[in-house]
């Protein structure tokens, strides 16, 4: 994730569906635990280093957006893409970039962001 924003110059936009800010500290040691059994030390201290930078990035927190609405939360979200990809080169992209697009007609673009 953070080596995509960094050599490919690609954007993360954080969703924290089902998860408050203040629950941050009591996951991110749940998931360390849980990793340090499975992946090398390592490893672990990259993902550690890409959770601590993408928590303070911030991002959506579906409990925010519409009272918790799901539909509304991709809304948002989509929107907030479309608004990315004016801002870069879109050659490549495979949605369309007009005042009409919807998220529900939208086609996949092939690799323009990660959402998290």
């Known amino acids: 994730m953070f080596k995509c924003v960094e050599k490919k110059g690609q954007n993360i936009l954080p969703i924290f569906y089902g998860v ?68 870069r080169s879109c050659r490549s992209w495979s949605i369309p970039i007009d005042s009409e697009t919807n998220p529900a007609t939208a086609k996949v673009a092939k690799e323009p962001l990660i959402v998290f």
């Open 20 to 87: 408050k800010p203040s629950q941050e500290k009591k996951l991110r040691r749940f998931w360390m635990d849980m990793l340090r059994h499975k992946v090398p030390q390592e490893t672990c201290q990259r993902l550690l280093e890409s959770v601590n930078w993408v928590w303070s990035i911030g991002g959506f927190v579906s409990e925010n957006i519409g009272n918790g609405d799901k539909g509304e939360l991709v809304e948002v979200v989509f929107q907030q893409v479309i608004k990315l990809m004016r801002t």
